[in-house]
């Protein structure tokens, strides 16, 4: 199974990017899915997750209102809608996949989804 997120960039604040997970290996349609992200020297943090087929959505609380994740199954990709970025948002921004729900507080760490993809590089200019 492979995860491969893209459509990073750079931006500036206030400006709006999506990125997208194209997964392969697998359906999507029975994993969870989720965005993280990662400053470098810092620890990685929870993004946001969607469930199975879109009917639960979590969100950390500095993307709350900002951001929205979707999931198309049949396409078995999954996407990060963020508008009004700031330059705190500038960091590597992750997909992964997991069977169930991984709290938010063991979301830092790769090992504990199933599945974790290759980052995309979002920046933020001021």
């Known amino acids: 199974v492979q995860l491969q997120a893209s459509g990073g960039g750079w931006v500036q604040a206030g400006g709006s990017l999506r990125l997208s997970c194209a997964i392969s290996?697998?359906?999507?349609?029975?994993?969870?899915m989720y965005w993280i992200r990662q400053v470098p020297g810092k620890e990685r943090e929870f993004v946001a997750a969607?469930?199975?087929?879109?009917?639960?959505?979590y969100y950390g609380d500095s993307v709350k209102g900002r951001f929205t994740i979707s999931r198309d199954n049949p396409k078995n990709m999954a996407y990060l809608q963020m508008n009004n970025l700031k330059p705190e948002d500038t960091a590597v921004y992750y997909c992964?996949?997991?069977?169930?729900?991984?709290?938010?507080?063991?979301?830092?760490?790769?090992?504990?989804?199933?599945?974790y993809g290759q980052g995309t590089q979002v920046t933020v200019s001021s």
């Open positions: 992964a996949a997991d069977p169930g729900l991984v709290e938010s507080s063991m979301a830092s760490s790769p090992g504990n989804y199933a599945y």
């Open positions: 290996g697998r359906t999507i349609s029975s994993l969870y």
């Open positions: 969607i469930r199975w087929f879109g009917d639960a959505t």
